[in-house]
């Protein structure tokens, strides 16, 4: 509010993004100010799909590249490569909604609205057009940026994803998704870890195949 009133409400939507991102960055929610949110919709350059994710962001002058995750994961997934890249790369990763410190939006939401919803994240930060890599989901993301809005991308990773799944893996999908919903991710949590990394390598590094 105070920045609102002497600096005017893009400087304060500024400020606001620095702190939440800040506060993501440590693994807090900075809640949006109730009072300045009829303002902040009002801006160009601020829009609700975007202040719905919990971002963070590197500071640099190298080529912008965004990190997008894995379903069930968060931004922290990609804290070792993201500080390698932070070297020679203006980094921005972010949490999907219902994911980590981010929203979690009534009801299912449909993948094309992931696209949407980065098209203002990456539009909004102003470094575009990015290199996005993603991963599962991070890069089903990354093919809908591509084909609907391709001036917002220089290149692509897109690693262990799909364009689509078949419809015999809609049995599978539909038991992974009852089992959150009456057990939340513990009940699918040592399942998907031990999908995504490999028993020897669980062995050698067991903090980071060990369920938060």
């Known amino acids: 509010m105070q920045g609102a ?12 993004k620095i702190a939440d991102g800040s506060c993501c960055a440590e693994g807090r929610q900075l809640p949006a100010p109730q009072s300045l949110a009829a303002p902040m919709r009002a801006s160009r350059r601020t829009t609700p799909s975007a202040r719905r994710s919990c971002m963070s962001r590197s500071q640099g002058k190298g080529p912008p590249v965004v990190l997008s995750h894995a379903l069930g994961l968060d931004l922290h997934m990609w804290d070792a490569l993201a500080a390698r890249l932070a070297t020679s790369s203006t980094v921005l990763r972010y949490d999907h909604r219902g994911h980590g410190g981010s929203a979690v939006p009534p009801g299912r939401t449909r993948s094309t609205s992931w696209s949407t919803t980065r098209r203002a994240l990456i539009r909004e930060w ?20 591509a084909i ?65």
């Open 126 to 145: 102003g470094r575009g057009p990015v290199a996005w890599i993603g991963l599962s989901m991070g890069g089903m993301v990354g093919q809908g940026l």
């Open 148 to 212: 609907r809005h391709p001036e917002l991308l220089r290149g692509a990773v897109l690693a262990n994803t799909t364009a689509r799944y078949p419809e015999a893996a809609a049995a599978t999908w539909a038991a992974r998704i009852a089992a959150v919903e009456q057990g939340g991710m513990a009940a699918v949590a040592d399942a998907v870890v031990e999908r995504y990394l490999h028993a020897d390598y669980r062995a050698a590094h067991p903090s980071r195949g060990r369920v938060r």
């Open 5 to 16: 009133i002497y600096c005017g409400v893009p400087a304060a939507n500024t400020a606001f």
